[in-house]
């Protein structure tokens, strides 16, 4: 039997909004999608926010933080981004946001690498470049906003998989949403290294399985571990729809006695799991204050101001710059449980 504890969250962060809220506009293929929060004049200030992929709850969040940021603000804001977690798709998304001659460009890049050529060109037309939710190339960047310490939440997603698991040996597995995608590969390599350090009992069965940023696909892909290692007894899912995936596989089975699943989910998405053990803990941090913030700093950059260590940004807390001068780290993780779930809106 797993050891069901309820893991209290890390750090209770403040506010919230409703899971899957998008712009007015809403987001549709590759359009643009804008806050008019400033009119539109002509000499507004112009920041395109650009995700992985659009019409995910976890993006959608993100979106309406950087709408109301726009609002509050007083920029224009254009969340746009490829329908498929697709670096040739967000390729051509940036492309078309150079044409309109933004001032920054904010990226979560699909694939680091494949985005270099684009955004070497948006800075040597004078667009402030960033990355957000996901490193981007790092001579490119003017700023790095990061939801959390990445070597510090991937241990943590492992250290929760074991406390769930109830025991320090056994079978597991690891779900992922895009096999190059730098911020869950970070996040991996940081649990993997957290399980090799301290908890050598602990068996990976398979080289990480992607799941296209899909929950069916997820799910399907949990089916087929559960058929291929009648011993598993664990699982640890990056990217939203991977821990809903594999969740909705353990209900289906009636395997939440046997397998424990952790992973990288919104708690309104994730209660109807959370409330019958199928998935035991979502760990993740307030997507609509990292698009927030996201706008924020990028609004000061054009300003010519600089974020800094301890800053209070209104509408986020408290941020963290390290000593490089570029990486901000938004705040520490939240575990969402059975308990506490319905505390949160979105």
Known sequence: MKKVTGLFATAILAGGLLAGCVSEEGAAGNE???SNSGGGDDGEVKIAVVPKLIGIPYFNASEAGAIKAGK???VEVVYTGPTEPDAAQQVKVIE??????VDVLAVAPNDAASLSPVLKKAKDQGII????DTPADQ???ELSVHQIDDEAYGRHIAQSLVEQMGT????????TGGLSAANL???IDAAKKELEENYPGIQLVTDKIATDEKQQ???QKTLDLIKSNPDLKGIMAFSTPAPLGAAQAIQEKGLQDKIAVVGTALPKDSSPYLEDGALDVAILWEPDKLGYLTVALAKDLVEGEKPENGQNVEGVGEIELWEDGKTVIMGPPTDFTKENAADYDF
Do not use: P
Not at 96 to 101: E, G, K
Not at 129 to 132: E, F, G, R, T
């Open 139 to 141: 001579s490119l960047v």
């Open 72 to 74: 509050d603000l007083g």
């Open 185 to 187: 590969n970070t996040w």
């Open 168 to 175: 320090e040996e056994g079978q597991i597995a690891i779900l």
């Open 129 to 132: 470049v960033m990355d957000w």
């Open 96 to 101: 078309d946001l150079i044409s309109q001659n």
């Open 217 to 219: 696909v997820a799910y």
């Open 32 to 34: 643009s999608t804008k």
